[in-house]
């Protein structure tokens, strides 16, 4: 790929909340019960918070909240160790793969956008937060609902998760695509948003599937509309206060997104 390529040549997808499981609902049981399994309850919300990075990361951001820090002291009278953290990372990984089947939904829009993405040439992958296990069954159950990657990269594979660049680096050496600037990475949280910019890509944020609107595909639909322009607006803010280049409400706006990005490309713009 020459270094002064003006169109973009490589998608990099998130999963749960952009390609699959519209509000990303999969890990958030896993985690509540993992701590009460410890004898600290969250609530789902607090669960949802730090969406977005690698599970163990995710783990610590949650014992990182004042409020849930001061339940596990007032539960073990110490602070949480390492030692801690590994433990709630086994009893979260069997719980999660104890539901991940239920998860696996395909977004809406999305078989359409990667047939319009591959009509251009453009290459599509995937990196997630999820472990490779778990990873594994998303993958096998998206492939029989017509989705397939050119190639995944999940967080346990790469030295550091969000908002680290590492599995985008390792996306664009696996299928020989460069510079950064010619990559663009999808994703529903600041994390995601995180990864892209520190990978020197372009960032493009995905609203209504996102874990922060926070609903299945259902309750979306049940919402009054003031209730689902309130979530919107909420979730477009968080997303463009962490540096996302563009949003898009579904999907299906993406490939107009590609074209103003393309044409920033060809003015000699950069992410």
């Given at each position: 790929m020459p270094c002064h390529a003006t169109n973009i040549r490589l998608v990099i997808f998130d999963w749960a909340g952009t390609t699959v499981d519209h509000g990303s609902q999969a890990p958030l049981m896993p985690f509540v019960r993992a701590l009460a399994g410890r004898g600290v309850d969250i609530t789902l919300e607090e669960a949802r918070r730090p969406m977005g990075l690698d599970?163990?990361?995710?783990?610590?951001?949650?014992?990182?909240?004042?409020?849930?820090?001061?339940?596990?002291?007032?539960?073990?009278?110490?602070?949480?160790?390492?030692?801690?953290?590994?433990?709630l990372y086994l009893r979260f990984v069997q719980l999660q793969l104890d539901v991940?089947?239920?998860?696996?939904?395909?977004?809406?829009?999305l078989i359409d956008v990667v047939g319009v993405l591959r009509?251009?040439?453009?290459a599509i992958g995937a990196s997630t937060g999820y472990f490779?296990?778990?990873?594994?069954?998303?993958?096998?159950?998206?492939?029989?609902?017509?989705?397939r990657p050119d190639h995944c990269v999940c967080a346990d594979e790469v030295p550091a998760g969000r908002p680290a660049p590492w599995m985008v680096f390792r996306i664009m050496e696996a299928l020989g695509i460069f510079p950064p600037s010619v990559v663009v990475k999808v994703g529903d949280t600041v994390p995601d948003v995180g990864e892209g910019l520190a990978a020197g890509a372009w960032s493009v944020g995905v609203l209504r599937s996102s874990s922060?609107?926070?609903?299945?595909?259902?309750?979306?639909?049940?919402?009054?509309?003031?209730?689902?322009?309130?979530?919107?607006?909420?979730?477009?803010?968080?997303?463009?206060?962490?540096?996302?280049?563009?949003v898009v409400e579904t999907l299906a706006e993406l490939p107009a997104v590609l074209d103003n990005l393309n044409a920033r490309l060809q003015r000699g713009e950069k992410p």
């Open positions: 599970k163990k990361d995710h783990l610590r951001a949650l014992l990182q909240v004042p409020e849930i820090s001061r339940r596990w002291r007032e539960r073990h009278q110490r602070e949480a160790t390492e030692s801690d953290i590994d433990d991940i089947d239920d998860f696996t939904r395909l977004v809406p829009d009509s251009r040439g453009i490779r296990t778990a990873a594994e069954r998303v993958y096998r159950a998206a492939a029989a609902q017509g989705y922060l609107v926070g609903c299945t595909e259902e309750q979306w639909n049940a919402l009054p509309h003031d209730e689902q322009a309130r979530r919107l607006t909420n979730c477009r803010k968080e997303l463009l206060a962490a540096g996302v280049h563009a």
